[in-house]
Each structure stands twice: as C-alpha cells, then as structure tokens.
C-alpha cells in the first residue's frame, strides 16, 4: 500500500475542522491517511484543513452497535465538527472509532453550493482533543 502523500493521488475528500488530534482516524476503518492543509484562518474560529484519503478496497464490515450510540446529544460540546463541499455517505461517520453520538447535516447541490455540503459533530466515548 503506497502512502497518499508520496503519489499523486488526489484526496477523496476535505474537510474544515475543530482542533483535534487526527491521530484519531488512524482507527476509522475507511480511512487509509489524513493529512493537514492549509486552511484561510479565522482567528475567531480556530479550526483545521483535513484531506482524506480512503481505503481502495472495501473496508472491514465495523458493525456499528447502535446501542452503544445515545439517542440524545449530550449536554458538553461535540469533541470534533467537520464540514465540507459535496456530498457524504453518512455510514462514514456512523462508524467513527468510539463513537457516543453523531449529529449529521447535508444540503443537496443549489445554486450557492452547486456541489452541496455537509457538516458532522461527533461527541466520543474518549475524548480526543
């Protein structure tokens, strides 16, 4: 398996996100690589450019056992938000590594966005930043 960042290969998708340790999707198992990108910084707003590359093979079956996700957002913060251009497979994030509880935004392509958007908060088990 050749590393993303030494090839051509463009990323499979990018992402506007809270500082967290990326370390963290080293266990998702779609993910192949992330890497840090330059981002236009808002110093109000500190957050993260992420690329992701993912798994050219089907990845493992991680089945995701929902009762082990809370039906209701907890009272603290998301641990980590994503957001960006086009369109997600929301399976994605349902098999995040220790996962607590996901909250998923996406808007169809319009005329302001024509490849759409997406946002996701994720609270984990383990907090990770």
């Given at each position: 398996?050749?590393?993303?960042?030494?090839?051509?290969?463009?990323?499979?998708?990018?992402?506007?996100?809270?500082?967290?340790?990326?370390?963290?999707?080293?266990?998702?198992?779609?993910?192949?690589?992330?890497?840090?990108?330059?981002?236009?910084?808002?110093?109000?707003?500190?957050?993260i450019?992420?690329?992701?590359?993912?798994?050219?093979?089907?990845?493992?079956?991680?089945?995701?056992?929902?009762?082990?996700?809370?039906?209701?957002?907890p009272?603290r913060?998301?641990?980590?938000?994503?957001?960006?251009?086009?369109?997600?497979?929301?399976?994605?994030?349902?098999?995040?590594?220790?996962?607590?509880?996901?909250?998923?935004?996406?808007?169809?392509?319009?005329?302001?966005?024509?490849?759409?958007?997406?946002?996701?908060?994720?609270?984990?088990?383990?907090?990770?930043?």
């Amino acid at each position: 398996m050749t590393d993303p960042a030494n090839d051509d290969r463009e990323p499979d998708f990018a992402a506007a996100a809270s500082v967290h340790d990326i370390d963290y999707w080293r266990e998702h198992p779609d993910v192949l690589s992330v890497e840090l990108v330059d981002l236009d910084d808002d110093p109000a707003d500190p957050s993260i450019g992420l690329a992701f590359y993912l798994r050219d093979d089907e990845p493992d079956v991680v089945e995701t056992d929902f009762a082990d996700i809370r039906s209701q957002k907890p009272s603290r913060p998301p641990d980590i938000e994503l957001s960006g251009e086009g369109l997600m497979d929301d399976d994605f994030w349902l098999r995040s590594p220790r996962l607590e509880f996901v909250q998923m935004m996406q808007e169809p392509p319009d005329e302001a966005v024509p490849d759409g958007w997406w946002m996701v908060q994720l609270w984990l088990k383990t907090v990770v930043n």
